[in-house]
C-alpha cells in the first residue's frame, strides 16, 4: 500500500508540475503577441499551439484520477474480502488477524497524518 500511495504523491507532485508550466505558458504575454513565421505566415507560440498542452495536461489528470479510483476499488475489495472471511479462514493467518493488522494500519495513518 505504501507504494502505491508514494506512486500516487509520485504522480500528484507531476501533474501539479505539469499544471503549473502549462499554466505558464498560457500566461506569458509574449506567447499571444510575438509572431513567429511558419509557411510564410506569422503564429504567435498559443495560436501554434492550438489548445495542445491544455488537452495534454488534462488527459494526464484524468489518467492519475482513474488509476487512483482502481486502486481505492482493489483496496476496498481486498478488505471486504477480508471482513467476509470466516473465523477459520482468518485464523490461517496464524497469530496476527488480518483485521487487527488493519485497523492498527489505519490508527497509525491517522496518527501520523499519513
Known amino acids: 500500500m505504501s507504494e502505491q500511495k508514494s506512486n500516487s504523491i509520485e504522480g500528484y507532485q507531476n501533474i501539479i508540475e505539469l499544471l503549473k508550466r502549462t499554466l505558464q505558458f498560457y500566461a506569458l504575454k509574449e506567447n499571444y503577441t510575438v509572431n ?4 510564410n505566415e506569422l503564429f504567435s507560440f498559443v495560436e501554434m499551439d492550438g ?26 475489495a481486498e478488505i471486504d474480502a477480508l471482513q467476509n472471511m470466516s473465523d477459520s479462514e482468518l485464523e490461517s493467518f496464524g497469530e496476527t488477524n488480518p483485521l ?3 485497523k492498527a494500519f489505519k490508527t497509525f495513518t491517522n496518527d501520523n497524518n499519513i
Open 51 to 76: 489548445g495542445s498542452q491544455a488537452r495534454f495536461t488534462l488527459d494526464k489528470v484524468r489518467e492519475l484520477d482513474e488509476l487512483n479510483e482502481k486502486m481505492e476499488r482493489d483496496y476496498n
Open 36 to 39: 513567429h513565421p511558419v509557411n
Open 100 to 102: 487487527d493488522l488493519i
